[in-house]
């Protein structure tokens, strides 16, 4: 297989790095990522990653705790996913970068643009933890924002799904699959696929999404070399 983009942003969710569990890192569930994250490195495609929280830590919790709070909690469990991640990239012997919109130095770098592209540039993998460092942004919304920023040729969304439907797949057996969207339907029919605030920042910038299903196999490597598979958004 022969990728057919030369720079991607992968967003996963960290509710799926906890596998089953819903808690914490199952690293059955990481391996074959790292495995593909790996693979697509030796194939010269430049990764970045972004990576959700939910797995820690999710929201206010059925609590009234202040939302701004409650938020950077969040951007803190996005930090302990990108470091276990870093950790295991590294142990195939990959370099990886972490990169934190929140000052983090004894920890990771601050997010410097100019930096992560010469990271990209030096054959490393680059992680942006933090979410966008604002509180009331998803990491969908970051994960958007990153994109665009280092330019990459798509946006990669790995879902517990294999594409985009309807209505849900899981309590609608008739539920329809899309092959392919436009940002302006995801905004019109209110589809909740990725917040829409990140599908307004790909349809201005132009970077096409693919939502994806991570159990399926190889999904992240055969997706970057074009197999058809997913729902593409494009404008």
Known sequence: MQPVYKRVLLKLSGEALAGEERFGLNHEVIAPVVEQIVELHKMGVQVGLVIGGGNFWRGRQGTNMDRTTADHMGMLATVMNSLAMMDAIEQRGVAVRVQTALDMVSLA???ILRKALRHFEMGRIVIFACGTGNPYCSTDTAAALRACEISADILLMAK?????????????????????LRYADILNQGLKVIDFTAATMCMENDVPTLAFGLNEPNAIVRAVCGEKLGTIIKV
């Open 109 to 111: 770098e601050p997010f």
């Open 160 to 180: 517990n799904v294999d594409g985009i439907y309807d209505s849900d797949p899981k309590t609608n057996p008739f539920a329809k699959k899309y092959e392919s």
